[in-house]
Each structure stands twice: as C-alpha cells, then as structure tokens.
C-alpha cells in the first residue's frame, strides 16, 4: 500500500471503510435513483409505500449477499454462493492494490443497511 495514502493499514479498519463506502454508494445512487422515479403527483401514502419497497428491495439485497437468504441451485450436484468483492486502485497509476471481500465473509452488510438507512456511512 501506499505509505501516504489516507487509506487504512488495519484489514478490519480497510473493511469498514470500503463497505460504508458501499453504504453510501448504494444510498446515494441507487436509491437516488429508484426515489426519483417515483410519480411526483403520487399521493403521500403511494410516495412512502415506494419509498418502503425501495428500502426492502435494497435489503433484500444485502441479505442475499450476506447468505442470509438460500442461493439457488445450479443443478443437482452444485450450488452456488453469491460475493461482493471491492477492488481498490491506485488512481495515479490504475494499478490494483487490493481486493476485499465484503460479503458474504465480511462483517455483515445487513447490519451496516441500518445505519447507512440512516445516513450514517462511518
């Protein structure tokens, strides 16, 4: 790693970092993006059930990842196992520095959905 990078030298303080990181990515840009397609002459009860089924969906998400929910099985002898991996760069050079699993092996996404749900991102 780069000796004056802001980026961690602790594995769990780099994992936490990159899935807060994935928190608000997924607040900022994908909600965002589902919210502001929902109908501005909707009715305020049609508004929150969208905004409930946007945070579900995302949820869900997580918890596919996670490994809270069954994977399908790709056939009768094989299964298989969902992951989401961060790759991190160097944006000088483009070189890849490091790859973290954040889930299923990682600290939980389902929890880190609450906070992020929240606007918490650190």
Known sequence: MDTNSEWPN???????????????????????????????????????AAEKAILDTIYGFMMLFDGVMETAELDHDHSVEF???GRVYNIQTGQRLEEIELAPEGDGLCMGFHMWADGEFE
């Open 10 to 48: 602790d594995e769990s303080e780099r994992w936490i970092k990159l899935g807060h990181l994935f928190g608000k990515t997924v607040f900022d840009q994908i909600k965002q993006y589902a919210s502001d397609r929902i109908d501005a002459n909707a009715s305020n009860e049609s508004k929150e």
């Open 83 to 85: 992951a989401l991996m």
